[in-house]
């Protein structure tokens, strides 16, 4: 399985972490489905991710509003490459892949659930905490790589078996 990582985002600023070491961008097939698989990094630091889907997949340029997919926080996104095959929503597909798919994505940057790594301005860490002691919330946890390459497995699964249904 080829896998492509990229480091470019400045983290020197953010609170310590694991997320220091982590790539902010990995690109790989899934072995499984042979789906394009992406992990990006936003820039209020949480991950999000992404499978492509085929031009002859049932779902293929559906919304993802109207469709039924468990993944973390439910799905987020839905759309064709963004055409910026370096940092974006996109691969470079290889000659046998191919270049029309279609992008369901989720992501991790979710309230009450999801910790940003990044250091919060005053009120922001202000209504974290505030929340942090009402019972009813469960402390934030970072979603790191590992977390969201699962994720994206398990969607690529889900994906791959309602393709022609």
Known sequence: MSVTEQHY??????KDG?????PDRVLWTDEASGYPCLIR???CGVFCGYVGIPNDHLLHGKNYNDIDINCHGDLTYSEACDG???FG???????SEEDDIWWFGFDCGHAHTDLLPI????????????VSFREEYKKPTYKNMGFVKDECKSLASQLFNIRKS
């Open 119 to 130: 250091k919060m301005s005053g009120f922001d860490s202000f209504l974290n905490n505030i």
């Open 84 to 86: 910026n095959k370096e």
């Open 9 to 14: 985002i400045d983290k020197s600023s953010w």
């Open 41 to 43: 990094r936003i820039s």
């Open 89 to 95: 929503i996109c691969h470079i597909a290889k000659e």
């Open 18 to 22: 694991e997320w220091k070491n982590e």
